[in-house]
């Protein structure tokens, strides 16, 4: 006959181990997301963006199952220690998914506001580049997360400073366009959303990476992040220093 | 002599007390870091703007104080139903305000990367407009905060329309201006992502009032949230419903 100590202990790791399964899930569909994304964005397929957008619900499921599973988690098995730091941890990675969810969706959004044709493949293919590089990001997170594998977590929280020179070098570009032909301009700065929503979707995947990082070790992350992003001012802090996601 | 039960009590209400007093003090340093922002854009002071960007780090300081004195009275008090809504709102309200702060800083970071002397004061006072309105939308939410006052919070949600609709006609007039004269490019960019920021304050002071509510009633508030931002397609959605925070 089983011990009822045993079909506790039992059930708080069956708990834990579905609060993990939902935010594996729910990164799963933020990559998804992602990737359909650009896809759209490429083939300018607005029957794809639209679905994009409506999916987007379904994160947004998923994260209050997170928090309500959390809180029954705290109340029911006030739980110690490392159980503690990965309950509380989950609440904060939920909640950087959602918004990873709501960036891609934005993008999404978008695409109908794009000239039909984009003529500038150039602009195109940079952002396409960003966005593989923000999956990669993603897709490393998640690993370090179902892991455990805080070398993993530490990865992609460098592999950062890429997306952001890739941003301010689309950034610049989109520039350029502008000025030469402002007819373009309109398309443009939703192509810099756009961009800024892809270098945002990668900000978060490397505050998902430190909470895994503080889940496992209990202590946060030594130093600053490298930064890349020099489309604004670097007058009041060294450029390697972290800018805030802002 | 005071017996233990009443001294634990106590002691639990001290602890849930100074989480309220740290957001509190989180929320006014928000208030005032939006406030000098508008302030150093108008004057285009770039002294205050620096000493913006460095108070950041103060608030940051707070969060992290929040998040380790939730997660202690979480292990050791084990707090349930409405104290236990409490503790998780407060992380919930941290991470926001946090997030309130780096987009104050944000604002005051691109002020160095505008012309020296803004001409148009048209734009200027646009921006100054929907600053104070999304200052009014943070007292708003710390007052509903403060004194568990939903109604208060149901209108600072709702007054979120109006910055929307001002950051869109912002938006438009940007777009003019830059198709006026190229050589504004650059920083009227800088002041639609300025503006951007201001707007994003916004969101997230309405996502602290939808924390309130939940943590006073323990239930969500129903229907969606008006929403005037036409910046971007609404082909997908219905112009009142709310677009999600990107």
Redesign the interface.
């Known amino acids: 006959m089983p011990n009822l100590t045993d079909h506790i202990v039992k059930s708080f790791d069956d708990q834990l181990k579905q609060l993990g399964t939902i935010l594996v899930q729910m990164g799963t569909m933020v990559e998804s997301q992602l990737q359909q994304a650009i896809e759209a964005l490429i083939s300018h397929n607005?029957k794809q963006?639209?679905q994009i957008?409506?999916q987007?619900h379904q994160i947004?499921v998923l994260d209050q199952n997170v928090?309500q599973l959390?809180?029954k988690i705290?109340?029911l098995r006030?739980p110690?220690a490392q159980d503690?730091?990965e309950v509380?941890s989950s609440?904060?990675i939920s909640?950087d998914l959602e918004?990873m969810g709501?960036?891609a969706?934005?993008v999404a959004?978008?695409?109908?506001?794009l000239p039909e044709i984009i003529t500038n493949k150039q602009i195109i293919s940079g952002l396409s580049r960003m966005g593989k590089a923000v999956q990669q990001i993603v897709k490393n997170v998640l690993d370090s997360y179902i892991n455990k594998n805080t070398d993993r977590a530490l990865q992609a929280w460098r592999q950062d400073e890429e997306v952001d020179a890739l941003y301010t070098s689309i950034f610049r570009e989109l520039?350029t366009y502008?000025?030469e032909d402002?007819r373009t301009?309109?398309g443009c700065?939703?192509l810099?959303?756009i961009a800024?929503?892809i270098e945002r979707i990668g900000d978060h995947a490397t505050n998902i990476a430190e909470t895994v990082y503080f889940m496992v070790h209990g202590s946060h992350i030594q130093g600053e992040r490298p930064k890349s992003d020099h489309t604004?001012?670097n007058?009041?802090?060294n450029p390697t220093t972290k800018?805030?996601?802002?």
Do not use: C, W
């Not at 959004?109 to 506001?113: D, L, Q, S, V, W």
């Not at 800018?243 to 802002?246: G, R, S």
């Open positions: 607005l963006a639209a957008v409506d987007d947004d928090s959390a809180v705290l109340a006030q110690m503690l730091r509380v609440l904060k909640s918004r709501d960036y969706a934005n959004k978008r695409i109908p506001a520039l502008m000025m402002i301009i309109g700065i939703h810099l959303f800024k929503n604004i001012s007058a009041y802090s800018e805030k996601l802002t």
